[in-house]
Structure formats: structure tokens, C-alpha cells
Nanobody, 116 residues
Framework: QVQLVESGGGLVQPGGSLRLSCAAS????????MGWYRQAPGKQRELVAT????????NYAGGVEGRFTISRDGAQNTVALQMNTLKPEDTAIYYC?????????WGPGTQVTVAS
């Protein structure tokens, strides 16, 4: 059984920054990939960023590349998402995801609201 718990969401003004963290209940190097997805009201869940855990290769959605950075910390068993220059359209529930081959797990999500 794998548990993922997100933290770090909140309310921030446009142009501000937030750092999300996802804590895993097992060694993150057991996973092939970990990532962040988001779902805005009335929209489908979409990919934000992923990281290949063993190799550290990252992948970003076009709308966040250059503003968001995903990273992993094996000592803490966490994956973080540093979000800079936030925009109102970044408002969503952000979910952590972890995968081993065809199995995947999700966290409960953390709300990010970007508004003045």
C-alpha cells in the first residue's frame, strides 16, 4: 500500500510563488515516475510536471515550463513542485501521482488559489 500526502497549497496573489510537497510512504526510488497533476473546476485533470525518479529527467506541460520546477528528495521521500510567477489560471487542486509500471497511486490533493 502506498500513501501520498500533498502539502503547501494555499492562496497567493498573481505573480507570487508557492512550493508544494508530496510525501510518500515508501522509498521514492521504488517508483518509475512521480508527478504533479491539477484539476480546475469544470475541467479535466491535466499533467503539470513529471520526474523520472531514478534518472531525474523531468517533463513539463507547456503552460508551466519555465515557471514551475519539479524535484525529488530521496532522503525525505518527497517530491516538490516549486511554482513561480503564478497566474490566476493556475488555480486548481494539485494532485501528486506515483507509478510503478502500470500501477499508480494518487494523493488526496491540495488546493492552490491564485487571486488578488
Amino acid at each position: 500500500q502506498v500513501q501520498l500526502v500533498e502539502s503547501g497549497g494555499g492562496l497567493v496573489q498573481p505573480g507570487g510563488s508557492l512550493r508544494l510537497s508530496c510525501a510518500a510512504s515508501r522509498n521514492i526510488f521504488d517508483f518509475n515516475t512521480m508527478g504533479w497533476y491539477r484539476q480546475a473546476p469544470g475541467k479535466q485533470r491535466e499533467l503539470v510536471a513529471t520526474i523520472n525518479v531514478p534518472g531525474g529527467v523531468t517533463n513539463y506541460a507547456g503552460g508551466v515550463e519555465g515557471r514551475f520546477t519539479i524535484s525529488r528528495d530521496g532522503a525525505q521521500n518527497t517530491v516538490a513542485l516549486q511554482m513561480n510567477t503564478l497566474k490566476p489560471e493556475d488555480t486548481a487542486i494539485y494532485y501528486c501521482n506515483a507509478r510503478i509500471l502500470r500501477k499508480e497511486w494518487w494523493g488526496p490533493g491540495t488546493q492552490v488559489t491564485v487571486a488578488s
